[in-house]
């Protein structure tokens, strides 16, 4: 027998090879998205809504595992808004939030849409929803939260500095010591407060009278705390809004499909599970 056969089954090992590094993260990929809407889907027909995910989390997708940063993109929100719009209007709606924020414009729409849905509307918040995450969250009807997940303020961001921030600068400077971009800033700053202001006023004033959310929306807005300044259950209570801490237990099942590139996970964070105690 001419020739080497071990030449060819060497290289047909190889091409296989190539080719799970290639298709085999899409594959695991595909097969995960599969378990998260069959979840969905279980979790809806347990609540009698339509189930809806917005998770923002680092995952390694490709061949060299790279983490892609997630934030709210006008994509999220034409997604989510045709998933409003697909909604019978008289289905309640969960939307699943898990983000650090985004575009206030992305946020915005989605917040629009989800209070004007006519059905029950419900923001369920495993572990954090910031900024963008927290305009979300105030359109909704009710919000159920983690004991120890946390919203955070809508004060906006301009050049990465936060508005109030940039006014509070400029006013204490006398103006011909300010140059005239800094005191473009400051005006774009005062029109960005005053629109989200106005607009968090319009998704509370329903809920909780036009006196009550004037002061809520300003707190939110006003640059009181820092950008990530967490606002827990007890600080969203006090404010007002209707806060649920009871967290359907899908919803950590779902948390544990969206895992983070193992280049990122913390090495010294392990935990074995205790066992639950059957009731007899």
């Not at 575009?103 to 059905?119: G, N, T, Y």
């Not at 774009?188 to 004033?205: D, P, T």
Request: no cysteine; glycine share 6%.
């Amino acid at each position: 027998m001419n020739g080497d056969p071990f030449g060819f089954f060497g290289s047909l090992i190889w091409w296989l090879l190539l080719f799970y590094l290639l298709l085999g993260p899409q594959i695991q990929y595909r097969q995960l998205q599969a378990a998260r809407r069959t979840l969905m889907k279980r979790l809806g027909e347990k609540r009698g809504s339509n189930v809806i995910s917005m998770i923002h989390r680092q995952e390694s997708i490709g061949l060299f595992g790279i983490p892609f940063y997630r934030f709210i993109t006008v994509d999220d929100s034409e997604q989510v808004l045709r998933a409003i719009r697909m909604t019978p209007k008289d289905k309640p709606i969960d939307l699943i939030l898990h983000t650090p924020g985004g575009l206030v414009l992305a946020a915005s729409q989605i917040a629009k849409a989800l209070k004007d849905h006519p059905a029950k509307t419900t923001v369920i918040v495993p572990h954090y929803a910031m900024s963008g995450g927290t305009l979300i969250a105030l359109a909704a009807d009710e919000i159920i939260m983690d004991p120890h997940a946390v919203l955070g303020p809508v004060d906006p961001q301009l050049m990465n500095f936060p508005a109030p921030s940039i006014l509070n600068a400029v006013k204490k400077k006398d103006p011909k010591d300010v140059d005239d971009e800094t005191l473009i800033m400051a005006d774009i700053a005062e029109k960005a407060i005053n629109q989200v202001k106005s607009f968090v006023f319009e998704l509370l004033k329903d809920k909780m009278g036009e006196g009550r959310a004037e002061e809520v929306s300003r707190v939110l807005t006003e640059g009181r705390w820092t950008h990530d300044y967490p606002i827990t259950v007890d600080i969203a209570q006090e404010l007002g809004l209707k806060v649920s801490t009871e967290m359907p237990e899908e919803v950590y099942e779902l948390m544990e499909m969206y895992p983070q590139p193992l280049m990122q996970r913390h090495p010294g964070v392990e935990f074995v599970p205790t066992p639950q105690k059957s009731e007899r």
